[in-house]
């Protein structure tokens, strides 16, 4: 069964730093493009982050980009989002999901709470 | 960046009537690999987002066949042939055919 469990939310001040992971189970995860997908309290869905299978190549939504890093070690079947200078308005649930040009396999995902 | 915009945003249904979700793109998502990355997806009160439909009509795995996906180009449709008590949630469409990777704006599917 394929799995993904996000660890590492939490409370954070402002301009502070946070670091998901999240451990996937069930499946070839080095054969696989993974991503986060975020979600505001009470609001919709908004892309955060993709990275390639290899992770060579990774691609990063506008409001997160200089902020934000993507990684994986596939050794480890673990992905990474490290989140730097954390604004209010990265509060947020974040989920993790193996990335085939849709998202078909989501954990349960992370609060991050962003305040003072 | 694609716009995906969503119709309507709520949807009353009776229990056991169909029900139809319409999905606009501000351009085409086909690929130039032939595919069009549209997908729907249900997020059920408290739950994290599961995938439906892939492609603009793949059904994924232990979907059951009352949903159904339909369109090309810039239009599609999610159709729910009866509606139960357990469809009650909000549904999204998305597109990977470019990054940024966008999704509509969500419609909350209630029962009458």
């Known amino acids: 069964e394929v799995q993904m469990a996000e660890s590492g939310g939490g409370l954070v001040q402002p301009g502070g730093s946070l670091r998901l992971s999240c451990a996937a189970s069930g499946f070839t995860f080095s054969a696989y493009y993974m991503g986060w997908v975020r979600q505001a309290p009470g609001k919709g869905l908004e892309w955060v982050s993709v990275i390639s299978n290899s992770g060579s190549n990774t691609y990063n939504a506008d409001p997160v980009k200089g902020r934000f890093t993507i990684s994986r070690d596939n050794s480890k079947n673990t992905l990474y989002l490290q989140m730097n200078s954390l604004r209010a308005e990265d509060t947020a649930v974040y989920y993790c999901a193996k990335y085939l040009r849709h998202f078909d396999c989501w954990g349960q995902g992370a609060l991050v709470t962003v305040s003072s | 960046d694609i716009v995906m915009t969503q119709t309507p945003l709520s949807s009353p249904v009776t229990l056991g009537q169909p029900a139809s979700i319409s999905c606009r793109s501000s351009q085409s998502l086909g690929h130039s690999d032939g595919n069009t990355y549209l997908s729907w997806l249900q997020q059920r009160p408290g739950q994290p987002p599961r995938l439906l439909i892939y492609n603009i009509s793949n059904r994924f795995s232990g979907v059951p066949d009352r949903f159904s996906g339909s369109g090309a180009g810039t239009d599609f449709t999610l159709k729910i042939s009866r509606v139960e008590a357990e469809d009650v949630g909000v549904y999204y469409c998305?597109?990977?055919?470019?990054?940024?990777?966008?999704f509509g704006q969500g419609t909350r599917l209630e029962i009458k």
């Open positions: 998305m597109q990977g055919t470019q990054f940024p990777i966008t």
